[in-house]
């Protein structure tokens, strides 16, 4: 038990929908990362937020949007849903810290996904 | 840039067999190294990880040695049970990637009673 929760558990959506998936961090992490794992493959790295910022992006087009909250929740935002959307949506969260010499260090933890099928 | 190769699956292993499945990364500088687990229907566990070389990642009876000579990373357990039955994933992080996760596509592990 990690302590990352996402919201919902399973959606289904129509080619050129919206969607907003929902991730809330393990308490005291600053970090939220997003991750698109089709079937069979292992997770790419969509984006990531620290302290409300976008620090960091994959290979993944505008449409592809988020936001991290106050509290270090965070929302992926879909737009005009594609066929090939359809995947496993994984959240990460984790603390960024500064540790002098050794530089930044932090690990992530995992929710339980939200899986997206798109007709 | 950064890049992560595991072998082939599925693993297929009778019960209290030997464990290992390979992993090799290609990335700058000193990343961190992870190994990922997923159960069927389920997000991603930490299972473990080293964070500098020569580093000792172990949890629940599973190993990997980060080998920066070699730019390996091999998970390794000596008794396989059949609830290890999952996909493990390895996976780096480091400054370049701006600390996101580079995972490996993979391996799918069965073990059999």
């Known amino acids: 038990e990690t302590g990352v929760t996402q919201s919902p558990t399973h959606l289904i959506k129509t080619r050129g929908q919206q969607v907003t998936l929902r991730c809330s961090s393990q308490?005291?992490?600053?970090?939220v990362s997003w991750y698109q794992q089709a079937l069979g493959q292992g997770p790419q790295f969509i984006f990531q937020?620290?302290?409300?910022?976008?620090?960091g992006r994959g290979n993944f087009p505008p449409r592809f949007s988020g936001l991290q909250f106050p509290n270090y929740s965070s929302e992926l935002n879909v737009n005009a849903l594609e066929l090939d959307d359809s995947a496993l949506y994984l959240c990460?969260?984790?603390?960024?810290?500064?540790?002098?010499?050794?530089?930044?260090?932090?690990?992530?933890?995992f929710g339980p996904g939200t899986r997206l099928l798109v007709l | 840039g950064n890049s992560v190769t595991q072998m082939e699956g599925p693993v297929t292993l009778s019960e209290e067999a030997f464990l290992t499945i390979n992993c090799t990364y290609t990335?700058?500088?000193?990343?961190?190294l992870f190994w990922y687990v997923q159960y069927p229907g389920e997000g991603l566990q930490l299972l473990l990880k080293?964070?500098?070389?020569?580093d000792k990642g172990s949890n629940k009876g599973f190993e990997a040695t980060y080998r920066k000579e070699t730019t390996s990373f091999h998970l390794e357990k000596g008794s396989v049970q059949v609830s290890d039955s999952a996909v493990y994933f390895c996976?780096?992080?480091?400054?370049?990637?701006?600390?996101?996760?580079?995972f490996g596509k993979g391996t799918s592990l069965l073990v059999t009673p």
């Open positions: 990460a969260s984790s603390l960024r810290i500064f540790s002098g010499a050794s530089g930044t260090q932090e690990t992530q933890y």
């Open positions: 308490s005291g992490h600053n970090t």
């Open positions: 937020y620290y302290r409300e910022e976008e620090n």
């Open positions: 990335a700058t500088g000193y990343p961190s």
């Open positions: 080293a964070t500098k070389a020569d």
């Open positions: 996976a780096l992080s480091n400054s370049n990637s701006g600390y996101a996760l580079n």
